[in-house]
């Protein structure tokens, strides 16, 4: 018997050409199948509001995915949880925005976290150390200058923060002053720490 991403091969020229042949997308749809099959559903059945009433803005970094749920003592089901590049809230009136008031309004989150980390990808990120990998991958120059034409500032939109801690304050800030968010409602800072999981306090949201 030979065992790879889900699956049970009989025999040893089955298993290889698995190995070999699948691409992510099928070994995604292949261990999915089983997952439902063998119903490992079954230990994260919940409901859709939050058991801890809270919802977190925080990064997509690959280092937190399992790491910041277990250093918050979090499981399935406690919390409405938002992901984007360095937990950036950047349009008042963008996407980021809109979940966390569909959260507040509507799914009975009453506290808003918003957790940067240390070492994060968009600290420090300029437009500048992006736009020649889109280039090397057949973005051209012609394209960016159609998009500065019409009011696009790329530079801008692309760029990253300096400091992890300011970041997060003005989010909680833009948020916390949010006109279409309730007066009372708490909005805490946070740093978490990507390889310890330990967080430091930026902002009390029931100090201010
Ligand atoms: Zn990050």
Redesign the pocket.
Known sequence: MFYFAGILYSNKEDYLKGVFMMRILEEVLAYNEKFVADKQYEEFATSKLPDKKMVILT???TRLLELLPHALNLKNGDVKMIKN???VLKHPFGSVMRSILVAVYQLQADEVLVI??HD???GGLKADDIIPNMKKRGVSQKTLDTLEYSGIDVQKWLRGFNKVEESVAHSVDVIKNHPLLPGNTPVHGLVIDPATGKLDLVVNGYEN
């Open positions: 990064c997509m970094d590049a360095g937990a940067g980390h994060c990808g968009m």
